[in-house]
C-alpha cells in the first residue's frame, strides 16, 4: 500500500497542470500529528530516513500508517508484544511529527 501511495503521488506531480488531480488523504496522518493534506512523499521520505534509527518502529508504523493494521494486528504481524507496539508507535509519532513539522 505504501508503495502504490508514493507512486501515484510522483505520477501526480509528474502530471501536468491541466491534469484531472485526485487527492490522496489517510486518516492515520492525523495521528501522527500530520494535516490530512500534507505530502504522501514528505511521510514517506520521514519513514525512510526513521528506518534508520529504529527499523521495528518504522515497520510498525508502515503497518498502522499505510496498511491500516491496529496495534494488536501489528503486535501479531510482527511477532511482538502489545506493549512494545504501543511503544514504538508513540516513539514513531513523536519523532516522524517533529520530522514533519520541520518540512
Known amino acids: 500500500m505504501r508503495r502504490i501511495l508514493v507512486n501515484h503521488e510522483l505520477a501526480r506531480r509528474a502530471a501536468k497542470r491541466d491534469a484531472e488531480r485526485v487527492p490522496v488523504t489517510l486518516s492515520g496522518l492525523a495521528e501522527v500529528g500530520v494535516a490530512l493534506d500534507r505530502d504522501i512523499v514528505a511521510v514517506h521520505e520521514s519513514l525512510l530516513a526513521f528506518e534508520t534509527i529504529d527499523a ?21 504481524a510482527l511477532e511482538v508484544s502489545l506493549a512494545t507496539v504501543k511503544r514504538d508507535w508513540a516513539a ?6 517533529r520530522e514533519l513539522s520541520v518540512r
Open 56 to 76: 521495528r518502529a518504522a515497520k510498525v508504523v508502515e503497518l498502522r500508517f499505510f496498511g491500516g493494521l491496529e496495534n494488536e494486528e501489528v503486535a501479531e
Open 92 to 97: 514513531a509519532r513523536a519523532w516522524l511529527h
